[in-house]
């Protein structure tokens, strides 16, 4: 059972934040089955009855104590690290990210925002907390860029807000009020003036003949701004203050016609149920999710007016119930946030090389989210002999460092990394062009001779009516011609690109021009199109079970012998490698 620590903003009430936490755990419980949560909180029991975890206290000691027992530690969001509503809770969390590492314990800031870092001094803490996580996923652009901005120079994906997979409660709160309902989530900030907020609320109602619903979104700091509001109005307006569960808040949004948001998680929530909002920009990632959904255009909040809010609630509410936010690419990001946290509990190392403990499932998985992030990506399929060559070429070393993802091929890496089963390359071809064909995905082939690659092209086609093969191209080309081989696959821009050159060659000629290819996908595949041709007979399953498929191979290729003295000198490294440690 593996065990995850998860620190945030957590048990202060604050709904973004507890919306972020419960859908976090519903997304890391759904794709890593019996993973034990424990969440760090600023009210333990509240945390564990709301949410059914552990929960400890925020201390640095209980964090510490917990973080020994842990295999991944998780960054959770909202916005932790930003110093504009205070400085020391950045350097808090950023003391958690550097403990965790001198824990020796894997870390993922999960789908968080960053920023804004005003402060010299933060910008230096945040540089070197963060460059020392295994994975950096942030919610949206404007964070990736604030990241590099202050001198990150790690990998920083963009997957989305966690909370935008939370699932909504039914509630009927506002089953008696009047229609339209107009809601207004609130903070207080400066510029914000209550008695103008008020009045705007008051013709909004006399306008729209509506009742004001205000909706709290941080405990009793919003609670006393709504009330402040709600005192200041001619007309009676509604406050929102017993709902426990960010859900039902969620289930609150879904009933109005119409919400005027300022909390970012107000806006989330509206667009995730599809009810039409004026955003409120008194920070940037309010403007950030209000232009990734495609809402309105944000108006500040010294200018929350009836000026500003009636022309643009007439119109939202003039779409009658036609308005879509597009929000399920977002939500599909949202969830590569815990298949990025299953990745990384599923890393081994071994002999200095880290690889990927999965299984063709997960493999596949996690390279569909390749393909959906539209970023090139290196995958390898690992065996003894690479790790063997890796210790005596440097060059190969480091690609194998680089690559994005390594599964275990062979029965030596199933041994060394004391793992359940092989994920053998020419079986990945396989699942691969399987789910290809179903998803529409475009594969190009390069590798064997013209004649083979061809036969391997077509048996595929044949055990996958509808696969998309964008092309099939001998592996048999000059140092003058790669120029031209390269170009034909970029312009062919395929979604998975299977090459078959031999183990070692088509690793460094993938990572030599991964960048410029721009494939999604890159896989060598070895010798792969000569068995699916048929010109090569694959080992019958009874030998690949019995782990013996290299014996077979070499019994049909006798030539192979001297690659084959690989395993024995791997065998013995890795046992040198654990008495060492
Ligand atoms: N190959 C190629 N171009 C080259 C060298 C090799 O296309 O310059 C092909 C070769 O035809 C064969 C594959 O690469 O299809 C290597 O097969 P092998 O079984 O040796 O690969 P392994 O799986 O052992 O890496």
Redesign the pocket.
Known sequence: MKKVLISGYYGFGNTGDEAILSAMITSLRSEIPNVDITVSSFHPHETEAGYGVKAIPRSIKDIRRTLRKSDLFISGGGGLLQDVTSGRSLAYYCLLLILARVERVPVMIYGQGIGPIKRFFSKFLVKLAISGCNVIAVRDEGSKRVLEKIGVRREIVVTADPALLLKPVRVSRLAGVKRPAIGFALRAWPGIDFTRIAKAADEVADRFDASVVLIPFHGSRDRSVAEQVAGRMVRKALVIDDVELPSETLGVIGELDALVGMRLHSTIFAAVQGVPFVPVAYDPKVEEFASSVGALQPIACKDITSDTLIPRIEKLLGLNGGFAYSVEGLRMRARHNAVLAKHLLKERRILGIRFDALEMDEAAAIIEGYIAEKKPHLVVTLNAEMMVTAGNDEGFRSVLKKADLLVPDSIGIVWAGRLRARVP?IDMVDELAKRAALRGHRVFMI???QD?VEEAAAELQRRYPGLKIVGAR???FSKREEKQVVDEIRQASPDILFV???????EKWIAKHLYYLNVPVCLGV?????VIAGK?KQAPVWIRQAGLEWLYRLLQQPTRLK?MLALPKFVFMVIRERRLY
């Open positions: 390359g590798g064997a001779k083979v001998c592996g048999y078959g050159l031999g183990m070692g060659k088509q070895g010798g792969s199109f000569d090569v690659r």
